[in-house]
């Protein structure tokens, strides 16, 4: 078997007993919850008598222990049914679906933007440590990272949406603007601008700082002394060598921070009215719709493992050590 | 002192900004006394326009600075509790980890590696819907998804500590497997978890932003991120009132970074 398939057969089995124990630990912790969800639904829907409220418990389970509920959402699941959805009256799985494509639009083009700029800014800043030119990048990379997304959302929304009208102030698209084809494409274009800004700019500075002090130590290794003896040019010592070897951390990086991310887009969306599965996991918190956010929280899971074995496969193609096994 | 001398440019900036805060915190019930949630004023007065309120007033016409600085208060108590608390939770389950080995090791690990897989603040947000909204359940909620780090951390440098002559001396004594864990390893394998403080810190203070931006901070106290919500339903007409208390965040997060790169250059070049 070719490494790379046993690497990732390995990861997949890997992967089983960890989204067990999150199904489990996730599930004990709602339980512990006080009031079920029949008080949240009376809560909403108006009074009933005690007596369908009995009724309602009965039917949804809630009068036998936490074991037999479990047991019951256990086998819905393996058979693909992720409940019922108090908050919105729909089935969790039909939910979800139409959630998760913005996020995952969101989080990608984030994670592109926050990976070329920052690493490209973080060869100009590696290519000559101690330079000027490095330390202004390092010290904006620093008070980048203090930046928190949310808060950065809303400053872009008052001086690109409020002030100088260029940019839509949140949504995903205009609303009945009878656009379709390029336009519509343009239009939800224009809409991500902001959002995806707001996300990506503290990776951006994360990347930019992994890049430069990576390359930091990689100049002080004996092959690049060794190729600067041979006569080598400056730029191609820093990007056939030096550079290339730096982005492995930062490749790492990325698999890492894809759980931070989609945690940061719980925040950005909120912030840009954004209709996606981060807005979607606040909702379902202040709603106590604990079935809906049992499912987000086994989404996420398998949305940051499946994250993590694209970044695998792309170590494998950057690295021809993993590669070959050695 | 010493720490001080050992400190460049950089790390004494962040010392002096971050107890700047903190008196800021000690010190807001003298410089601002009263409740900062109370009316003290007409609503939406801009900053430096009345001396009363340097920095303006609210939609409510709570003053602004009263908030800033009784926000400072629950930013730093519970960033530094949750940090703390991770820090902890981490270690003990690094150690326990790296010392136990075996299936115990196995099953530990995996546990971290679940808590990983999903989203912290996702982790933080549910946690907070079971306990209710409160500084003790934010602490909480905060430390289940930010302990993973120090836990790895830990149980890397207890695995290279296991097989040293001490621990070795510490078992022909006959010390009980526990004692030699949590006295002998503990405190040696604890220094590279405690260079993640200023990292964990850090995280903390967004993440309790970010929460009570959300709404779902302690309703009883003023914070940061309440503010920046509160004052994001008058963005158009007062922005100042959502950029002041997040500049506040970024200042404090800044400092906190800058302490702690200055805080592990400064232990790299001792001996």
């Known amino acids: 078997m070719p490494p790379l ?63 037999y509920r479990f047991k019951a959402y256990a086998t819905a699941l393996a058979q693909g049914d992720l409940g019922w959805s108090t908050a919105y009256q729909r089935p969790v799985g039909a939910v979800i679906p139409e959630r998760l494509p913005i996020t995952l ?8 933007l926050a990976f ?16 000027l030119r490095d330390r202004f990048l390092s010290v904006t990379s620093l008070a980048i990272y203090a930046v928190p997304g949310f808060w950065l959302g809303l400053v872009l929304i008052v001086i690109f949406a409020v002030d100088l009208r260029w940019l839509p102030v949140g949504g995903i698209e205009s ?24 996300l990506a700019m503290v990776y951006l500075a994360l990347y930019l700082r992994l890049m430069r002090d990576r390359m930091g130590e990689i100049w002080h290794e004996p092959f690049v002394q060794s190729l600067r003896a041979r006569g080598i040019g400056h730029w191609r010592i820093v990007w056939r060598h030096v550079a290339r070897n730096a982005v492995l951390p930062v490749v790492t990086m990325l698999g890492l921070q894809a759980a931070a991310m989609l945690g940061g887009s719980v925040v950005v969306e909120s912030v840009f009215a954004i209709p996606g599965f981060g ?48 | 002192m010493n720490a001080w001398r050992n400190l460049n440019g950089e790390g004494r900036m962040g010392a002096v900004i971050l107890t700047a805060l903190i008196l ?29 309120h340097p920095l303006g007033t609210d939609r409510l016409g709570r003053d602004v600075l009263a908030g800033l600085l009784h926000g400072t208060r629950t930013t730093l108590l519970v960033a530094f509790f949750s940090a703390a608390a991770a820090l902890i939770v981490g270690s003990v389950v690094g150690t326990l980890a790296g010392f136990l080995g075996g299936i115990a090791d196995a099953i530990l690990m995996r546990i971290t590696e679940a808590f990983q897989t999903v989203p912290g603040f996702l982790l933080a947000l549910a ?39 001490f621990v070795a001396a ?43 931006f959300l709404g779902f901070g302690d309703p009883n106290r003023v914070t940061w991120g309440s503010m920046i919500a509160e004052g994001r339903t008058v963005l158009r007409s007062a922005p100042y009132l959502s950029i002041v208390p997040g500049i506040a965040l970024v200042v404090t997060v800044l400092a906190v970074h800058l302490l702690g790169r200055g805080l592990s250059r400064s232990e790299r070049l001792q001996p």
């Open chain 1, 116 to 131: 070329f700029i920052g690493s490209l800014l973080g060869v100009i800043a590696g290519a000559s440590p101690g330079s």
């Open chain 1, 279 to 326: 807005r979607l996991a606040a909702e379902a918190v202040a709603r106590r719709d604990t079935p809906l956010l049992l499912g987000i929280i086994l989404c996420s899971a398998i949305t940051v493992i499946v994250a993590n074995l694209l970044v695998d496969l792309a170590y494998g193609k950057l690295d021809p050590r993993v590669r070959t096994g050695r």
């Open chain 1, 5 to 67: 398939v046993s690497l990732l057969l390995k990861r997949l089995l890997g992967a089983l007993p960890v989204l067990a124990i999150v199904l489990v630990g996730s599930f004990l912790l709602l339980e512990a919850a006080s009031g079920d969800a029949v008080d949240s639904y009376v809560a909403r829907s108006g009074t009933l008598d005690a007596e369908q409220l009995a009724q309602l418990r009965q039917e949804w389970g809630l009068d036998k222990g936490p074991a």
């Open chain 1, 105 to 112: 639009l969101l989080m990608t083009l984030a994670t592109t």
């Open chain 2, 170 to 212: 510490a078992r022909t004594l006959g010390m009980h497997p526990l004692e030699i864990a949590f006295r002998e390893i503990l405190p040696n394998a604890f220094g590279p978890a405690a260079s993640l403080a200023a990292i964990s810190v850090a995280a903390a203070i967004l993440i309790e932003a970010a929460l009570s």
């Open chain 2, 24 to 52: 800021m915190a000690l010190l807001a019930p003298i410089l601002a006394p009263g409740d900062p949630l109370a009316i003290s004023g007409e609503p939406l007065l801009r900053p430096f326009a009345d001396a009363a």
């Open chain 1, 175 to 198: 609303i009945a603007s009878g656009k379709s084809g390029f336009a519509r494409l343009g239009d939800i274009g224009a809409h991500l601008i902001l959002p995806v800004t707001s």
């Open chain 2, 127 to 165: 946690a907070i819907s079971v306990t209710g909204p409160s500084v003790p359940t934010l602490i909480f909620a905060i430390s289940v998804g930010t302990w993973t780090q120090a836990a790895r951390v830990t149980r890397a440098e207890v695995l290279s500590l296991r097989e040293r002559d």
